[in-house]
């Protein structure tokens, strides 16, 4: 569990610029679609055992279980994360969308395949769309 930190402002003590419950529900997000989408290509190129590797061996399941725990973990951290975000917080807005537009990057590159490491169509029509083709004012 990470510690709080303290600021100091002028004399004041003020909490940490960022939710615990909200960039650990982020990490989640991060790490368990990643793995979920990498698992396979992964263990073909024999890399270290990912997150689902490690669940099947501890918990004696197969992969298509771990999948279904890793998508119920997804789903609790994005209620988190939204739940965080939405409540009254002394954390500037600014600073929790960071970690919120963070975890929608996440999602957009690790949804159904790993667009990070394997950019595909898909990706590639989402860099154009930003960067490339101009809109129409």
Request: glycine letters at 6%; aromatic letters at 6%.
């Amino acid at each position: 569990m990470v510690e709080p930190k303290i600021h100091t402002n002028n004399g004041g003590v003020h909490e940490k610029c960022t939710d615990p419950k909200m960039t650990r529900a982020s990490m989640v997000i991060g790490r368990l679609m990643d793995d979920i989408v990498s698992h396979e290509l992964e263990q073909e190129r024999g890399h270290v055992a990912s997150a689902v590797e490690c669940y099947m061996r501890q918990y004696g399941v197969s992969k298509e279980k771990a999948y279904d725990e890793f998508k119920k973990q997804i789903e609790n951290a994005w209620k988190d994360l939204n739940e965080e975000f939405l409540q009254p917080t002394a954390v500037p807005v600014p600073v929790l969308a960071r970690v919120l537009n963070f975890s929608r990057v996440i999602d957009v590159l690790y949804k159904d395949e790993d667009e990070y490491t394997l950019v595909g169509p898909l990706m590639k029509d989402l860099v154009a769309g930003m960067l490339i083709d101009p809109v129409p004012i």
